[in-house]
């Protein structure tokens, strides 16, 4: 029996849509994560679904929490 085909991850022309909810910057897609060209926040993908959800993404190494990373990176606190 044949693999099932690959989920179908999210156009191109979607992703130029999308920005990332803490940073308000573009989202490039990397594997199974979009990550914001601000700061690095890596949103996951799931079963072709971006989890635009702050508290779901994975920090940038050398920060140590989601809130010290608002502080930094937060649209407004640029």
């Known amino acids: ?4 085909a690959p989920i179908q991850i ?3 022309e979607t992703i130029s ?3 990332c909810p803490v940073t308000r910057s573009r989202l490039r ?3 199974d994560f979009l990550i914001g060209e601000v700061g ?5 993908v799931r079963e072709g679904i971006p989890v635009l ?4 993404a ?3 190494d050398g920060v140590e929490s989601l809130d010290a990373f608002k502080a930094r990176f937060a649209a407004g606190a640029l």
């Open 1 to 4: 029996m044949p693999d099932p």
């Open 10 to 12: 999210i156009d191109e």
């Open 17 to 19: 849509l999308l920005r």
């Open 29 to 31: 897609l990397e594997g």
């Open 40 to 44: 690095g926040l890596r949103y996951p």
């Open 53 to 56: 959800l702050a508290e779901e």
């Open 58 to 60: 994975r920090l940038p």
